[in-house]
């Protein structure tokens, strides 16, 4: 039992131990909470929080502190040490709970918990006191009528009347939700008043970057009218000018015609939450001037200083400065009792003054100011009644000085001041002084003149390093200082001065740098001051090239370089010459010499030769010309004698000095094999033996060059002598020949002038003897037989023709002597090739007509044939044929929209080349988007998309019943027309023409039917007329034009349920838009799940009801979440010109989600933002809230929504109408305007001018631009681009706006004025516009201001030259209501007062480019290059501009990069790459020594034929052809037999036909006289052929003698054809 016991025990042991360590584990595990939480409140925003610190290990606080009704909580983190924090930005009456948790190691302890509730306290002109201390009641003895009790609010009760205005800021500091208390804190101020027509008058105003009346004094006679304005106030956002606001006020509230009333207190009371963008101290002085006691509120960030400035004195009654806006409530009461007592006190006064102003001296009256100069002005009035002692004339400026007076006796009615500054405003008062008193005073201002200038300036007898400069005198100027400095890149070097006596007006600059740009500026001086500048700008002259660059005496290897000086001043010439498709550049210096021999060039080379004079100063520009030298001549005068039977001479002369080697062959005819020979240079005769006897050779030889070009090869026939043998029969005798003299009877023969048909040859007689020459050639091809010709002894050319294209020929010249032939030379030639035209381009596309362009083949033709057909539609080809001269003409007469095949034919005598073809199509001229509406039983109307270009359409609706037309032409902006007095249920057919002046398109169609009679339905029992429907349009949304996309979700996480809420929504929210359609807001929704749906596009609806039905028929579409695709879709697919897109208003996308998206928002979504999009976001339930922010516009507080279910869409609905609406009605869309999303207008995509769309703007073409990568657009002389105001600003133009340019002007820009842009009215009037006069050199802005008076600014500051010198410039006109300050390549330049500028006409065009002179929209305009065009609704954006466009100002580390440029972040970066490809060539380094001749490497293989290039851009407008003949006529009637036309050109030989019979022997003629004796000769009855020939010409004449044969004289046969 002892061992059971004590195992019994040992176990309880043990379990007790385990028990007692697993509690000590899990309490240490634990977090002890800390202790005794306190509240102490600091202020009224503020609480401090203090508590005991827990026992054991911990790490960190964390504090949340959550108001009990709504509100989001706010969380802490707090050190482990603190003990007290202060809590602030705490809204005042509310409770708040607070939880005190300590952590540690991620794990908390249980919260010290606690409340306390924060109590408004009340200030005035500083911060107020914390909530526990109960305010002070106060005593009704403050104001006799006041009344008020604990807890309910103070009434005004006072009989006084006042003219109440209230100021409130409404600018974008304030917010909405704000806003909302300011609306209540003046329902409190007005119900203080007693408010009606004859009591008080209560008026508002509203501003922020221009102030706008709400409602007049006169407008609402109730008080209760007056609290439903101040409820439905809306909000307006903007900027803060709170001194344009006060004036405002002054000019516009405090008027009669607004209800102000003479003899009643005047209050103005100013709402504002921050500190002024504009001066307020002059506004404010003037309305307190003006009898108006001024109360200043300030909250949240206001300046003290400044509300202290703006109220009346004392501070400490009309200053008031709160926290925030949820306490403005705590001063209405202090507020209203001042403002009730000080109206008491301004009626008694004023009621009091009516009766003294009797009692008051009188003041002088009718101030007039005469005699102003720069120095000194009269002042005039008119005496004022009664004894008046004397007259005090005080004057003091208004930018600086101290007051300064003159004194006049009392019977003086005049004083001159003097000793004035020039160009300074000064006010002044005249007092009238009495014995006793003195008057008020009579005032008045005016401005002193400036001080005289020089005038005329003229810059005359301009050298390269001097100018003289000359000038009309000012008067009394005391001397002149001249400044003058060269203007190197745009930007103004060091000036140099030149002090001038005011005798001098002509002067010297001397020591210029040549062919620079000068400014020169002359002031006149009067001691130390001086006179507005007179500028002027000159060019010295360059340095004077040499002129008449002639070459002469060209060789093959030599020419003459000939010029004429330029100045009698150059030192000397250099000379360069270099082959123009190689590098190398030789270069000569000559000094006392205009003409240089060049030697030891290449034949057949062309070389560009640059002469330069060379001066002190440096060298001229260049003097260029080019020349070819000829081939290398043949050798001359090849001939041959000394013939034997196996040898003879071959002689000739040299064709140059610097022939090298001769190559000489001799081929046997009769097959041998040729023998072929090299000689020097020297050498002009050789024998050649070995030869066989009696065989014909032909001897050939050229001429080798140093250059080792070789001559053409000269020819020559000779055959060598017969052997005679003669055997006997005892010996063999044998004889020598006796030698018989040859003639060789040509030399130099040469072929020229080769055409398609013919070859041109010429030769050089040897001797007087010849009688004939047979020129005889034929085809190398040998499929034609030889030809010959004869010509007489007297010509030595002849031109062959006709003759095949393209086909080698050999030709031969045989003299023809009267005993026989001589040596031949023979010679081959080819005719050219029937060659085609060649580059082929189209420009000038209209809408019936193009432009074609080619270049000529280098062929002589006789002309062009043009063929054109349609490509697509069937029809005739049509050509037409123009003369050689023209190479360009215009195809007219052609349909729109159509493609043409077109084909250029080089016409020859001997045919047609191949065709050039190419493609071109004309601009369509018709509507789009043509679709019936509006379709009823007699009626229907059509609508379209307008065509930018139309002038008229006209409109045709055919019934196809009974085929009965009616036709209508109605104007250019018009896209819809109705038809009525149809017949019911018929199909018709409506087609719309669009005319352009007299062309017409083609008929765009669409068929409709009408509907048909409906049956009448018994008349139903009378009913109650249920209300409507339709929710009403909210007072936002008045002026609302936009285009509007819904993107609904449709997943299945929706719910069909839940899809009806969404509905719901959209229609309560569609359903408070004013005006559905092209005059007010397009709708469009899009539903989508995993792929988007359009449910209608923005063109579908124009009627509100038509649109609410088709929301409520929207069924639900299920599938997965694809926000990124659907917001695609909506982009590439709706916001579309096709779905109804218009252009100047705001793109407005709301999407609406319940989870998160399944692909990629975040691109497509800034994508949008980025090109001018707004984009709201609505999130339900398990929407992601960061995804929501991503896809939204910022601020995300103004664009982003979430609500917890789909129940609540109603607490939204409201602020989203409110933000839409105001984003529809804002002047200026949101565009991307620089790197930026601003308000604004893109206005290069308003004229089409972007590369996708320039090709249908006429008259504009694209290049490159300040960089390669930007793309700019050349207006070519007379463009005129211009688009009607209507599409442009549909709203007008904002009131402050920065109108920015990115421009060149160009060689052939005008001299004359022109407007860069400006907006025109109907009559073509300008109305606003900015002007460049490039022969002022200066820059102006006109416009309308509110007087409706005309206004311009001009500047011509130094800085504003450099825009009119060739190069890119960036210019901001910055327009203020009255300022315009204007920015040249981001340096501000200038800046002058302008008056607030008036609304614009929207009835007119809007137009770039257009001549100062021009009176109508389509007259002239000038050629200019423009980069970048937008409009700003800021007057900062020039400030943030940093100019990345311009090479000189571009900063790569502050600038975007360049287009298709590839950038990366450090982040970004990846593993490095492969070894990529070599890189292309460098830059063409220095030339280097020659190296040594490297070993000859082998020859590689021939490359691929490259891909041809693509198409460059179209030109410009080129000049008219010549000879451009229209389309074909018709067939006319068939004329009378013409006469027999001349004799055409010799025939091509038959074949040779069969030998004739011999014919009968002729008469024998007369016994010539006796000749010497001959050789025997062989016996033999044949007559000669020649000699009879001979006989004949001697006995009788004949024309016309023509031979023909074969070979040479002795041949076989011969023909002879004789004519008288």
């Known amino acids: 039992m002892q061992v059971f016991g004590h195992g019994i025990g040992t176990w309880l042991l043990v379990g007790f131990v385990a028990v007692t360590f697993d509690f000590i584990s899990e309490a240490q595990a634990q977090v002890a909470s800390p202790t005794r939480l306190k509240f102490s409140i600091m202020s009224q925003d503020s609480v401090k929080i203090t508590w005991k610190p827990p026992r054991g290990r911990f790490q960190e606080y964390r504090l949340t502190v959550t108001p009990v009704v709504g509100g989001k909580p706010q969380k802490l983190s707090i050190r482990k040490g603190e003990t007290a924090v202060v809590v602030e930005g705490l809204l005042p009456n509310q409770e708040y709970v607070v939880q005190l948790f300590a952590i540690n190691n991620k794990k908390e302890s249980a919260p010290a918990q606690g409340r306390f509730t924060m109590r408004a306290s009340r200030s005035r002109g500083r911060q107020g006191s914390p909530s526990h201390t109960k305010p002070k009641k106060e005593s009704d003895s403050q104001t006799g009528n006041a009344t008020t009790d604990e807890g309910s609010q103070f009434m005004c009760e006072s009989p006084a009347i006042a003219d109440i205005v209230v100021l409130v800021d409404g600018s974008w500091s304030i917010g909405r939700l704000n806003f909302r208390l300011v609306r209540l804190f003046l329902e409190n101020l007005v119900s203080a008043f007693n408010v009606d027509s004859d009591k008080t008058r209560i008026g508002l105003a509203q501003y922020s970057g221009d102030p706008r009346v709400e409602w007049n004094l006169n407008q609402h006679n109730t008080k209760e009218a007056v609290l439903d304005a101040v409820r439905n106030l809306p909000y307006k956002g903007g900027n803060t000018l709170t001194g344009l606001a006060l004036t405002f006020i002054l000019e516009n509230s405090f008027k009669p015609e607004a209800g102000s009333r003479t003899g009643v207190p005047k209050i103005g009371i100013l709402i504002t939450d921050g500190k002024s963008q504009d001066d307020v101290f002059s506004s404010a002085e003037s309305l307190r001037d003006a009898g108006i006691e001024l109360f200043a509120i300030g909250v949240k960030n206001a300046d003290l200083n400044e509300l202290k400035a703006i109220a009346s004195e004392p501070d400490e009654t009309h200053v008031y400065n709160v926290a925030d806006f949820n306490i403005m409530n705590t001063i209405i009461e202090s507020l209203t009792k001042t403002v009730c007592t000080r109206v008491e006190e301004q009626d008694k006064g004023i009621k009091e003054a009516t009766g003294r102003k009797s009692l008051e001296p009188a003041a002088p009256s009718n101030l007039v100011v005469t005699d102003v100069t720069a120095r000194s002005f009269r002042v005039s009035w008119s005496h004022a009644p009664g004894n008046v002692e004397k007259y005090r004339v005080v004057y003091y400026s208004t930018t600086a000085g101290q007051p300064e007076e003159v004194v006049v006796d009392g019977?003086?009615?005049?004083?001159?001041?003097?000793?004035?500054?020039?160009?300074?405003?000064?006010?002044?008062?005249?007092?009238?002084?009495?014995?006793?008193?003195?008057?008020?005073?009579?005032?008045?201002?005016?401005?002193?003149?400036?001080?005289?200038?020089?005038?005329?300036?003229?810059?005359?007898?301009?050298?390269?390093?001097?100018?003289?400069?000359?000038?009309?005198?000012?008067?009394?100027?005391?001397?002149?200082?001249?400044?003058?400095?060269?203007?190197?890149?745009?930007?103004?070097?060091?000036?140099?001065?030149?002090?001038?006596?005011?005798?001098?007006?002509?002067?010297?600059?001397?020591?210029?740098?040549p062919n620079t740009e000068y400014t020169v500026t002359v002031y006149a001086m009067y001691g130390d001051e001086a006179s507005d500048p007179l500028t002027g700008q000159e060019t010295t002259l360059p340095l004077t090239p040499p002129q008449n660059l002639q070459f002469s005496d060209i060789t093959h290897g030599t020419g003459r370089v000939s010029w004429e000086a330029g100045s009698r001043k150059a030192l000397g010439y250099r000379v360069m010459y270099v082959k123009t498709?190689?590098?190398?550049?030789?270069?000569?210096?000559?000094?006392?010499?205009?003409?240089?021999?060049?030697?030891?060039?290449?034949?057949?080379?062309?070389?560009?030769?640059?002469?330069?004079?060379?001066?002190?100063?440096?060298?001229?520009?260049?003097?260029?010309?080019?020349?070819?030298?000829?081939?290398?001549?043949?050798?001359?005068?090849?001939?041959?004698?000394?013939?034997?039977?196996?040898?003879?001479?071959?002689?000739?002369?040299?064709?140059?000095?610097?022939?090298?080697?001769?190559?000489?062959?001799?081929?046997?005819?009769?097959?041998?094999?040729?023998?072929?020979?090299?000689?020097?240079?020297?050498?002009?005769?050789?024998?050649?033996?070995?030869?066989?006897?009696?065989?014909?050779?032909?001897?050939?030889?050229?001429?080798?060059?140093?250059?080792?070009?070789?001559?053409?090869?000269?020819?020559?026939?000779?055959?060598?002598?017969?052997?005679?043998?003669?055997?006997?029969?005892?010996?063999?005798?044998?004889?020598?020949?006796?030698?018989?003299?040859?003639?060789?009877?040509?030399?130099?023969?040469?072929?020229?002038?080769?055409?398609?048909?013919?070859?041109?040859?010429?030769?050089?007689?040897?001797?007087?003897?010849?009688?004939?020459?047979?020129?005889?050639?034929?085809?190398?091809?040998?499929?034609?037989?030889?030809?010959?010709?004869?010509?007489?002894?007297?010509?030595?050319?002849?031109?062959?023709?006709?003759?095949?294209?393209?086909?080698?020929?050999?030709?031969?010249?045989?003299?023809?002597?009267?005993?026989?032939?001589?040596?031949?030379?023979?010679?081959?030639?080819?005719?050219?090739?029937?060659?085609?035209?060649?580059?082929?381009?189209?420009?000038?596309?209209?809408?019936?007509?193009?432009?074609?362009?080619?270049?000529?083949?280098?062929?002589?033709?006789?002309?062009?044939?043009?063929?054109?057909?349609?490509?697509?539609?069937?029809?005739?080809?049509?050509?037409?044929?123009?003369?050689?001269?023209?190479?360009?003409?215009?195809?007219?007469?052609?349909?729109?929209?159509?493609?043409?095949?077109?084909?250029?034919?080089?016409?020859?005598?001997?045919?047609?080349?191949?065709?050039?073809?190419?493609?071109?199509k004309t601009l369509y001229l018709g509507v789009t988007n043509l679709a019936s509406e509006d379709v009823r039983v007699t009626s229907m109307c059509a609508r379209w998309q307008f065509h930018r270009h139309a002038t008229s359409y006209r409109v045709v609706i055919e019934s196809l019943r009974d085929g009965k037309k009616e036709e209508v032409i109605v104007n250019g902006g018009t896209s819809r027309h109705c038809f009525y007095d149809l017949i019911p249920n018929t199909k018709h057919r409506i087609s719309v023409y669009t005319q352009l002046q007299e062309m017409e398109g083609l008929a765009v169609s669409v068929l409709e039917a009408t509907a048909p009679v409906p049956t009448e339905a018994p008349t139903p029992p009378p009913t109650t007329v249920p209300p409507p429907t339709i929710p009403p349009a909210r007072e936002v949304c008045k002026a609302a034009k936009a285009n509007l996309v819904f993107l609904v979700d449709g997943s299945w996480s929706i719910g069909d349920e839940n899809f009806d809420k969404i509905i719901g929504f959209l229609y309560n929210t569609i359903g408070a838009l004013y005006k559905i359609g092209p005059d007010g807001t397009q709708v469009a929704i899009i539903q989508f799940s995993d792929d988007p749906r359009t449910e209608f596009q923005l063109n579908t609806y124009n009627d509100k009801e038509l649109l609410l039905n088709a929301v409520e028929r929207i069924r639900y579409k299920g599938g997965n979440t694809k926000t990124g695709r659907a917001i695609k879709h909506a982009k590439d697919s709706v916001f579309t010109v096709e779905a109804g897109l218009q252009r100047g208003i705001p793109n407005v996308l709301v999407v609406i989600t319940d989870g998160r998206s399944q692909d990629d928002v975040v691109k497509t979504s800034q994508e949008m933002q980025?090109?001018?999009?707004?984009?709201?976001?609505?999130?339900?339930?398990?929407?992601?809230?960061?995804?929501?922010?991503?896809?939204?516009?910022?601020?995300?507080?103004?664009?982003?929504?979430?609500?917890?279910?789909?129940?609540?869409?109603?607490?939204?609905?409201?602020?989203?109408?409110?933000?839409?609406?105001?984003?529809?009605?804002?002047?200026?869309?949101?565009?991307?305007?620089?790197?930026?999303?601003?308000?604004?207008?893109?206005?290069?995509?308003?004229?089409?001018?972007?590369?996708?769309?320039?090709?249908?703007?006429?008259?504009?073409?694209?290049?490159?631009?300040?960089?390669?990568?930007?793309?700019?657009?050349?207006?070519?002389?007379?463009?005129?681009?211009?688009?009607?105001?209507?599409?442009?600003?549909?709203?007008?133009?904002?009131?402050?706006?920065?109108?920015?340019?990115?421009?060149?002007?160009?060689?052939?820009?005008?001299?004359?004025?022109?407007?860069?842009?400006?907006?025109?009215?109907?009559?073509?009037?300008?109305?606003?516009?900015?002007?460049?006069?490039?022969?002022?050199?200066?820059?102006?802005?006109?416009?309308?201001?509110?007087?409706?008076?005309?206004?311009?600014?001009?500047?011509?500051?130094?800085?504003?030259?450099?825009?009119?010198?060739?190069?890119?410039?960036?210019?901001?006109?910055?327009?203020?209501?009255?300022?315009?300050?204007?920015?040249?390549?981001?340096?501000?330049?200038?800046?002058?007062?302008?008056?607030?500028?008036?609304?614009?006409?929207?009835?007119?065009?809007?137009?770039?480019?257009?001549?100062?002179?021009?009176?109508?929209?389509?007259?002239?305009?000038?050629?200019?290059?423009?980069?970048?065009?937008?409009?700003?609704?800021?007057?900062?954006?020039?400030?943030?501009?940093?100019?990345?466009?311009?090479?000189?100002?571009?900063?790569?580390?502050?600038?975007?990069?360049?287009?298709?440029?590839?950038?990366?972040?450090?982040?970004?970066?990846?593993?490095?790459?492969?070894?990529?490809?070599?890189?292309?060539?460098?830059?063409?380094?220095?030339?280097?020594?020659?190296?040594?001749?490297?070993?000859?490497?082998?020859?590689?293989?021939?490359?691929?034929?490259g891909l041809p290039g693509p198409q460059g851009q179209p030109g410009p407008q080129g000049p008219s052809g010549q000879s451009i003949q229209g389309l074909p006529g018709s067939i006319g009637e068939k004329g009378a037999k013409g006469q027999i036309g001349p004799a055409g050109h010799q025939g091509l030989s038959g074949p040779r036909g069969l030998s004739g019979r011999d014919g009968p022997p002729g008469q024998r003629g007369s016994v010539g006289k006796d000749g010497?004796?001959?050789?025997?000769?062989?016996?033999?009855?044949?007559?000669?052929?020649?000699?009879?020939?001979?006989?004949?010409?001697?006995?009788?004449?004949?024309?016309?003698?023509?031979?023909?044969?074969?070979?040479?004289?002795?041949?076989?046969?011969?023909?002879?054809?004789?004519?008288?």
């Open 581 to 920: 498709d190689t590098a190398a550049m030789d270069m000569v210096e000559v000094e006392d010499a205009t003409t240089i021999f060049l030697t030891n060039l290449t034949s057949l080379t062309e070389y560009t030769v640059a002469v330069l004079a060379i001066y002190d100063e440096g060298q001229s520009a260049p003097l260029t010309g080019s020349f070819t030298t000829k081939k290398v001549p043949q050798p001359l005068s090849l001939r041959i004698s000394d013939v034997f039977e196996e040898e003879f001479r071959v002689s000739w002369n040299h064709a140059a000095d610097d022939v090298t080697l001769y190559r000489l062959a001799c081929t046997p005819l009769s097959g041998e094999e040729a023998k072929e020979f090299v000689f020097s240079g020297a050498t002009d005769t050789v024998v050649l033996d070995h030869l066989l006897p009696g065989t014909e050779y032909e001897v050939s030889l050229s001429a080798i060059y140093s250059d080792e070009a070789e001559s053409e090869v000269v020819t020559a026939l000779e055959t060598t002598l017969q052997r005679i043998i003669t055997t006997t029969p005892a010996t063999t005798t044998t004889l020598r020949p006796t030698t018989v003299v040859i003639r060789s009877g040509i030399r130099n023969l040469v072929l020229d002038d080769e055409t398609t048909f013919s070859l041109h040859v010429s030769w050089e007689p040897a001797d007087a003897f010849i009688t004939q020459y047979r020129v005889s050639y034929v085809s190398l091809k040998g499929d034609r037989a030889e030809e010959a010709v004869m010509v007489p002894g007297r010509q030595n050319d002849l031109l062959l023709q006709p003759m095949l294209s393209d086909t080698s020929y050999r030709i031969t010249v045989t003299p023809i002597y009267a005993d026989g032939e001589g040596s031949s030379l023979a010679v081959t030639g080819k005719t050219l090739a029937l060659s085609g035209p060649r580059n082929l381009q189209v420009s000038e596309e209209w809408y019936n007509r193009f432009r074609i362009r080619w270049d000529a083949p280098p062929s002589l033709t006789m002309g062009y044939r043009v063929v054109y057909t349609s490509a697509s539609a069937p029809g005739p080809t049509l050509d037409t044929f123009v003369g050689d001269d023209v190479n360009t003409m215009f195809i007219l007469n052609l349909f729109s929209g159509t493609e043409y095949i077109v084909k250029v034919f080089a016409t020859y005598p001997t045919g047609s080349s191949e065709p050039l073809t190419g493609r071109a």
């Open 1170 to 1505: 980025l090109e001018g999009f707004t984009i709201f976001a609505v999130g339900v339930a398990d929407a992601d809230y960061a995804e929501l922010m991503n896809i939204a516009n910022k601020p995300s507080n103004r664009h982003a929504f979430f609500v917890d279910d789909f129940d609540a869409f109603k607490k939204i609905e409201d602020e989203l109408v409110t933000f839409v609406c105001e984003t529809a009605s804002a002047t200026c869309p949101l565009a991307l305007i620089g790197d930026s999303s601003l308000a604004g207008f893109k206005m290069m995509e308003m004229f089409g001018l972007i590369e996708k769309e320039y090709a249908s703007v006429e008259g504009v073409s694209l290049e490159s631009g300040s960089f390669n990568s930007f793309p700019c657009f050349r207006l070519h002389k007379n463009a005129l681009v211009s688009q009607p105001t209507r599409n442009v600003h549909p709203e007008g133009l904002p009131s402050d706006y920065t109108i920015t340019f990115l421009f060149r002007l160009l060689s052939d820009t005008p001299q004359e004025p022109f407007a860069l842009w400006e907006i025109l009215n109907k009559q073509s009037e300008p109305l606003v516009g900015v002007i460049l006069d490039n022969g002022r050199k200066a820059l102006t802005y006109f416009n309308y201001d509110y007087k409706d008076e005309f206004q311009t600014v001009t500047f011509d500051d130094p800085e504003v030259k450099k825009i009119f010198y060739g190069s890119f410039h960036k210019v901001h006109v910055v327009i203020t209501k009255t300022h315009a300050r204007l920015v040249v390549d981001c340096k501000q330049v200038g800046e002058k007062s302008i008056n607030a500028a008036g609304n614009i006409s929207t009835t007119g065009l809007e137009v770039l480019g257009r001549m100062v002179r021009s009176r109508s929209p389509r007259d002239t305009s000038a050629s200019f290059q423009l980069q970048g065009f937008d409009i700003s609704c800021s007057t900062s954006y020039a400030s943030r501009d940093k100019c990345c466009e311009l090479p000189a100002l571009r900063d790569e580390a502050n600038c975007p990069a360049l287009p298709h440029a590839c950038t990366c972040s450090q982040d970004s970066k990846g593993p490095p790459g492969p070894l990529g490809p070599p890189g292309n060539a460098g830059l063409r380094g220095q030339r280097g020594v020659r190296g040594e001749q490297g070993p000859r490497g082998p020859d590689g293989q021939r490359g691929v034929i």
């Open 1572 to 1620: 010497p004796s001959g050789l025997p000769g062989s016996p033999g009855p044949m007559v000669s052929t020649f000699a009879c020939l001979l006989y004949c010409s001697k006995t009788q004449r004949f024309n016309n003698v023509h031979f023909s044969g074969s070979k040479r004289y002795g041949g076989s046969s011969w023909a002879i054809w004789v004519s008288r």
């Open 411 to 513: 019977i003086e009615s005049t004083a001159v001041l003097q000793n004035l500054m020039s160009l300074t405003e000064y006010q002044i008062a005249v007092f009238a002084i009495y014995t006793k008193a003195a008057s008020e005073a009579l005032r008045g201002t005016a401005t002193t003149l400036a001080l005289p200038a020089a005038a005329d300036l003229d810059i005359y007898d301009v050298t390269h390093n001097s100018m003289r400069v000359k000038w009309e005198a000012a008067d009394s100027a005391s001397a002149y200082m001249i400044l003058y400095a060269a203007l190197t890149g745009g930007d103004t070097a060091d000036e140099k001065e030149v002090k001038v006596d005011n005798s001098v007006t002509d002067i010297e600059l001397e020591r210029l740098s």
